[in-house]
C-alpha cells in the first residue's frame, strides 16, 4: 500500500477506481482502519475512492506522544494524502471521530466539495455525550476476556442486537479486521482524547460547502441529537435520520448509505471546492 510522510509520521492508504473518476475521500472513527469503508468503497467501484489508516491505527505509525493526536492532525494527513496523489478536489466523507475529521479538514484546507457527515459531532459544550453505559462498553473490558471477546464486548453498543444476531459470519469478519488492524490502547486512549478536544461550533457558520448528514435516531454511542444539532448549525446542510440506525447504521444500511453519498456527490460533481467562507477580522 502506498504510504505519505505528514512532519515524520507515515500514514498508510490506498486508492481504488478509474483515474479519472470523481474522487471520493473518507475518514474513519475512533481506534478503527479503513477496512470500515468497504462496505461504500465496494458499491463506489465506478468512483476513485481513498481511505487512509489514522495514525496509531491499522499500517500508519503510531506516534508515542499523545500530543501527536488531534482532530487538526488528523485533517493534516488527509491533506497529505490528497497532496501525494496530486487530488485538487475531492468529496470527503467521514463518520464519527473521521466526520470530526472532515469538518477540520474543509475549514483548513481547499480541496474540499461537499461533505458526508455521518454519526458525528461538532463537540463542545452543546454537544450530547455519550451515554455512560457506552463508555463502559468501551473502555472497560471486563477481566478474562480475550481480544476477540474484547472487541465483540466493546461493539456492543455499536450496532443493533438484531443485526449482530443475523449476521454472525459478517461479524466475525469484522473482528478479524479489527484485531489486524485496531489502535492499540495507548493510540485508542490518544485519539479519544482528540475527541474530547474537539468544538467546531466557533466557526461552523463559516462550512458554506453542501453538507449531508446522516444519523441512525438508535445512535447509543453519538446520540442522534447531535447530527440534528450539526445539521442547523451549518450554512448547507441536509439532515437525513435513520429510524432505528446505530452507530454503525452505515454497514447495516450500506446500501442506503451509499446510495445517499453516490446521490449528494452527483449532485455537487461539479461544485467549486471553496468551501469556507471568508470573515473579516
Known amino acids: 500500500m502506498p504510504t505519505v510522510d505528514n512532519d515524520g ?10 483515474q479519472d473518476a470523481t474522487v471520493v475521500a473518507f475518514c474513519e472513527g475512533l481506534g478503527y482502519a479503513r477496512w470500515m469503508w468497504r462496505f461504500q468503497r465496494e458499491r463506489l467501484a465506478d468512483y476513485r475512492t ?23 492532525a488528523f485533517a493534516s494527513d488527509l491533506e497529505a494524502v490528497l497532496a501525494a496523489e496530486e487530488i485538487d478536489a475531492a468529496h470527503v466523507v467521514g463518520a464519527s471521530m473521521g466526520g470530526m475529521t472532515a469538518q477540520q479538514y474543509a475549514r483548513d484546507y481547499d480541496r474540499a466539495i461537499s461533505l458526508t457527515l455521518l454519526c458525528t459531532s461538532h463537540g463542545g459544550e452543546d454537544a450530547v455525550e455519550t451515554p455512560p453505559e457506552t463508555q463502559e462498553y468501551m473502555f472497560d473490558v471486563p477481566e478474562g ?3 476477540r471477546e474484547a472487541i465483540r464486548y466493546k461493539m456492543t453498543p455499536a450496532m443493533t442486537e438484531a443485526f449482530a444476531d443475523e449476521n454472525e459470519a459478517l461479524v466475525d469478519r469484522i473482528v478479524d479486521w479489527r ?11 490518544a485519539q479519544a482524547g482528540a475527541v474530547a478536544a474537539f468544538d467546531s461550533t466557533p466557526w461552523l457558520d ?7 448528514v446522516l444519523h441512525g435516531t438508535d445512535d447509543r454511542v453519538l446520540p442522534v441529537e447531535n447530527g440534528e444539532r450539526l445539521a442547523d448549525a451549518l450554512p448547507n446542510a ?3 435520520r435513520y429510524e432505528g440506525g446505530s452507530h454503525l447504521f452505515f454497514i447495516e444500511s450500506a446500501d442506503a448509505v ?5 446521490g ?11 468551501g469556507v467562507e471568508a470573515h473579516d477580522g
Not at 509520521?9 to 478509474?18: A, L, M
Not at 487512509?52 to 487538526?72: C, H, L, V, W
Not at 451509499?258 to 453516490?262: G, V
Not at 449528494?264 to 471553496?274: F, M, P, R
Open 145 to 147: 476476556y480475550d481480544e
Open 50 to 72: 481513498i481511505a487512509f489508516d489514522n495514525r496509531g491505527t491499522g499500517e500508519s505509525d503510531a506516534p508515542k506522544d499523545p500530543e501527536a493526536y488531534s482532530i487538526d
Open 238 to 240: 441536509e439532515l437525513e
Open 9 to 18: 509520521v507515515t500514514i498508510s492508504y490506498d486508492v481504488d477506481g478509474p
Open 206 to 212: 463559516q462550512l458554506t460547502l453542501p453538507t449531508l
Open 179 to 189: 484485531l489486524e488492524s485496531d489502535a492499540p490502547e495507548a493510540a485508542r486512549n
Open 258 to 262: 451509499t446510495a445517499n453519498i453516490r
Open 264 to 274: 449528494h456527490v452527483t449532485v455537487h460533481a461539479g461544485g467549486a471546492h471553496a
